[in-house]
């Protein structure tokens, strides 16, 4: 059995783009520019910002906080992503979810300028994933696919199963997995809540994919011998023995389930931590795009 | 066994979309305005077209035939989907394929304005779709989706299997039968030439979409009683009884299967006469967008 470790596939990637950057340095180019819209003062998010900050000074990009009121309105949260567009210096930029209630989400999702959007939330760049052209792909998705190639899984001719249909995950997922090359080319089932025999279908699969958020649903018993397993679910489980109060816990039964498998993704240290090293990845695509 | 009869399901579309446009007409609205443009004088596309501007016609639409010399260059076509795309007349239009050799057709589709897309060939439009906004969805998989519909087959929790991973059938079928709603909610397993055991996999299957190409691949043993067969291949086979040459056969042993089946698509008059009704009826979605 083989841990499928994202805390070392992150670090390899951030010290590979950093190698990118110092060779951008040394022949005098532009190096990449990520900015981040935060809006408010949301504990988590001024926390994952400020990772992706750090990250980005790290590696030796520039970056660019844009920290505005809570109050802010839509209009200007419009305006100021016009004009991050229209910036030629910025390469890419994020907005940080979830914005306050005033705001609508998905019209300041589909303002982004596909071009600079590194999340890869604009449905243009869902829509050339999908059909196998060059785009952003967000980054759990692109971080399992980066996983799984970085450790050679097979995936050609593969049954993948995926619990769990969100954009986000599921569904990028179970188009990722089944298009054209490597890693790819499986036969893939999405599942979901409606589905039926659930444990039927997870014991046919040779790949499962689960992003359901239900702590320890996947038991030992609904997989068979082989299986590869990559866990997306991170639920807060009350934990008093811990000092935060709560553990991290992932939608697979990891101590039944990894006797049975021959590759596994830890929660945490699986998935989580490829997330950022991705974002930095696209910002580097971005770059390089508009070069062209 | 029902024959789910693509030809009755079309001409009572039509004849919705007509009592739709009368009442336009009725009101003083101004009517939907289909623009096709076609460069060149391949045969069947000169066909299609025809077909498609008839049958704007018909139900009361405005269209016109934008018909180009077939040495019409890349940079004179993208200006002309430039004039289509700012002029306000027009509520959609559609560049009929193949197009020459000189012109990348990748290239001419992404600059149609994905609010005029009709043909819903747009990455912005295929991601909408995958994502579930409102978007125009392709003539064939919206046409099955309507099938579907209008026959009332149950699809929540229904084991669907895809036979074929195009960005035209197979990937927006698996997709759509994924979606949330009605017709929606399958369990999908999406399959392609790398899939191993499809028999295994169809047997197992309540719906299954056929889009492969290849004539009668689907026989009676790879299917279970009760499963809903929607056939999308059409391939032409030699006959030399037929005055035209050759039959067009689907992918599934038609007079076999449909012993087993509950609801089943024949070719032709199956889904193949749905496309242009679905064409019409995004134009008059196309219409409706413009008006908010």
Redesign the interface.
């Given at each position: 059995m083989t841990i499928l470790d994202g805390r070392k596939a992150s670090n390899d990637i951030k010290d590979e783009i950093k190698v990118a950057v110092d060779g951008m340095k040394a022949n005098g180019e532009k190096v990449p520019h990520l900015a981040a819209v935060l809006v408010g003062d949301d504990g988590a998010s001024l926390t994952y910002v400020g990772s992706k900050v750090r990250a980005c000074e790290r590696i030796g990009f520039e970056s660019t906080l844009v920290h505005l009121p809570d109050t802010t309105s839509e209009e200007e949260l419009l305006l100021k992503i016009d004009e991050l567009n229209n910036d030629n210096d910025i390469d890419g930029f994020i907005v940080q979810l979830p914005l306050p209630k005033q705001i609508d989400s998905?019209k300041v999702l589909m303002a982004v300028d596909?071009k600079k959007d590194v999340d890869g939330f604009?449905?243009?760049?869902?829509?050339?994933?999908?059909?196998?052209?060059e785009?952003f792909i967000a980054a759990t998705p692109f971080g399992i696919m980066e996983l799984l190639e970085r450790h050679k899984v097979e995936t050609?001719?593969k049954?993948a199963v995926v619990i769990g249909?969100s954009?986000i995950v599921g569904?990028p997922m179970?188009?990722l997995l089944?298009?054209?090359g490597y890693p790819g080319?499986?036969?893939?089932?999405?599942?979901?809540s409606?589905?039926?025999n659930m444990a039927e279908?997870t014991r046919e699969a040779d790949i499962i994919v689960s992003a359901l958020g239900v702590p320890n649903f996947l038991k030992a018993d609904m997989v068979k011998d082989g299986v590869v397993i990559i866990d997306v679910g991170i639920t807060r489980v009350p934990d008093e023995s811990h000092p935060k109060g709560y553990v991290i816990t992932g939608d697979v039964d990891f101590e039944q389930v990894s006797k049975k498998a021959s590759y596994i993704t830890p929660v945490p240290g699986g998935v989580g931590p490829m997330t950022i090293a991705m974002l930095l990845k696209n910002t580097l695509l971005a770059r390089k795009y508009r070069n062209h």
């Open positions: 998905q596909p604009h449905p243009e760049n869902f829509g050339k994933m999908a059909l196998g052209m785009s050609s001719g049954h249909r954009n569904r179970s188009i089944s298009r054209k080319d499986c036969t893939v089932t999405l599942t979901h409606r589905t039926r279908i």
